[in-house]
């Protein structure tokens, strides 16, 4: 890692008025504690409401050098992310989700793992703090993708990442949904990036609540991923 990390740093946001204005100035305060060079973006993904509207004004007024990218529908986590990605203009971007379950400030510990023959600095739960039947599912859920798709790392789901941006620029990504993580690891392997892995806290959601872990969303996620799996792993496109 250079003397001054280069780093785009951005959250996914849908209806998180209650975490993002505190996750933004705790970025700010980190990225400019550890010097580095940074933009800083927020993209929302359809949020609707006055206290969304509220927010994202007063966290303009405040960090003006903040990007705030608007979707006018939902297009899903994927699609969020893919936005965030296309955003992006230094070296490495980092990104978590807008409700506050990591703490932004253990960046550092994924920039320290960040070197020149290193491509993704992947975060993993220590702990998972959340509801029994969200840890049973995301258990569930992480061993059916490890052995679908030979993922080696310890939690794909772990949305607490540093990935450097020439390895997200040479492969494609499509999907809308949650499951872009798992498309995004996998394309990350076969293309042959360097994974290293860092340990991360994990806390209950402070506010709101999760949009993946709903039955329909779940059925919709688990369709779409053996559709994945029948094309990349048993066709081999």
């Known amino acids: 890692m250079s003397e001054r990390p280069s780093v785009s740093i951005f959250f996914p946001y849908y209806n998180d008025w209650g975490t993002m204005g505190s996750m933004v ?17 927020i ?8 206290q969304n509207e509220a927010v994202l004004a007063e966290i303009g007024a405040r960090f003006p050098g903040v990007r705030i990218v608007r979707h006018a529908v939902n297009r899903g986590y994927g699609g969020a992310l893919r936005s965030g990605f296309a955003a992006a203009t230094r070296e490495w971007i980092f990104y978590t989700d807008g409700d506050a379950q990591y703490d932004v400030r253990e960046l550092e510990a994924l920039l ?15 702990v998972r703090h959340d509801p029994l039947h969200r840890i049973v599912i995301g258990r569930l859920y992480h061993y059916v993708v490890k052995i679908a798709f030979g993922l080696g790392v310890r939690d794909t789901d772990c949305d607490f990442r540093l990935i450097r941006r020439a390895a997200l ?29 860092a340990p991360v806290h994990h806390f209950q959601r402070a506010h709101g609540k999760s949009q993946f872990f709903n039955f329909p969303r779940l059925f919709r996620t688990f369709a779409a991923l053996a559709r994945f799996w029948a094309t990349h792993v048993l066709l081999g496109r």
């Open 25 to 41: 100035l705790l970025a700010v305060r980190t990225a400019e504690r550890l010097g580095l060079d940074y933009d800083l973006s």
């Open 43 to 50: 993209v929302d993904d359809g949020s609707r409401g006055p």
């Open 112 to 126: 320290e793992r960040a070197g020149p023959d290193v491509d993704i600095v992947q975060g993993y739960k220590i």
């Open 169 to 197: 620029e040479r492969i494609d990504l499509v999907s809308d949904t949650g499951m872009i993580c798992v498309e995004m690891m996998y394309k990350f392997r076969r293309a042959g990036w360097r994974f290293v892995e």
